[in-house]
């Protein structure tokens, strides 16, 4: 059993909609990251939480520490949304686990 | 600009041969990490480093090693090669202070190692 869990695996969306994507894991934390890769391999990291929620332009993700979920949603999608969307976490004994990722796709 | 920098971006082995990927981070970051990724595999951690002169496994440490002998370095050596370690290649830099502020990883652009 993966530490962590990513939903849906594959997503296809209109462009413009509003999209969620979970995440969820059975590990206790110290934070939490979203990281985009695109087609061409590049990795950047969206956003960092331990608790809350951060709000980067059209990105906002969620942490729900008791419940172990976090979702990244993307409001107004747009085709160069299109990437890889792949869930961390790091332990508080810096172990670290990843999801295989959701594979996001807008269509213009 | 202020980044992960990783070399060679491209390489291609022969089986038993050896070499060392260089990760080299100008962010003054305290943890350092090499990332491997395979298809339909995710990204799985190999080995990484809290600290100049300290190293720890990760999920897949097997067939590799790693030095970090300066704070802003981290070397990947593989000491011979093998068709299992075809893969993509990251290597990863992070604070060791996780403010809110942060957004935490910062990765390097990836070696494509194909061994054959």
């Known amino acids: 059993k993966n530490e962590v869990e990513q939903s849906p695996q594959n997503l296809t969306a209109q462009e413009g909609e509003f999209i969620t994507i979970n995440c969820s894991y059975s590990?206790?934390?110290?934070?939490l990251h979203w990281l985009q890769q695109h087609p061409g391999g590049g990795i950047v990291s969206l956003f960092m939480?331990?608790?809350g929620k951060k709000k980067h332009g059209r990105l906002i993700a969620t942490i729900n520490i008791q419940e172990k979920h976090s979702s990244l949603h993307i409001t107004a999608s747009h085709p160069r949304d299109s990437a890889v969307y792949i869930c961390?976490?790091?332990?508080?004994?810096?172990?670290?686990?990843f999801g295989t990722g959701t594979s996001l796709t807008v269509i213009p | 600009n202020a980044g992960v920098t990783q070399t060679p971006k491209f390489r291609v082995l022969k089986t038993g041969q050896s070499m060392t990927l260089l990760c080299a981070q100008d962010?003054?970051?305290?943890?350092m990490y090499w990332y491997r990724q395979d298809p339909g595999m995710g990204l799985r951690l190999i080995h990484y480093?809290?600290?100049?002169?300290?190293?720890a496994k990760g999920e897949v440490p097997d067939g590799y090693n790693v030095s970090r002998l300066k704070k802003q370095n981290f070397l990947l050596g593989l000491e011979s090669a093998a068709p299992s370690q075809t893969s993509v290649y990251f290597c990863?830099?992070?604070?060791?202070?996780?403010?809110?502020?942060?957004?935490?990883?910062?990765f390097g652009s990836g070696t494509r190692l194909t061994v054959v």
């Open positions: 990863a830099s992070s604070p060791h202070f996780i403010g809110q502020g942060k957004r935490g990883y910062t």
């Open positions: 590990v206790g934390i110290s934070a």
């Open positions: 939480l331990s608790s």
């Open positions: 961390a976490v790091r332990s508080p004994g810096n172990q670290f686990y």
């Open positions: 962010m003054n970051h305290e943890y």
């Open positions: 480093s809290v600290g100049e002169g300290t190293t």
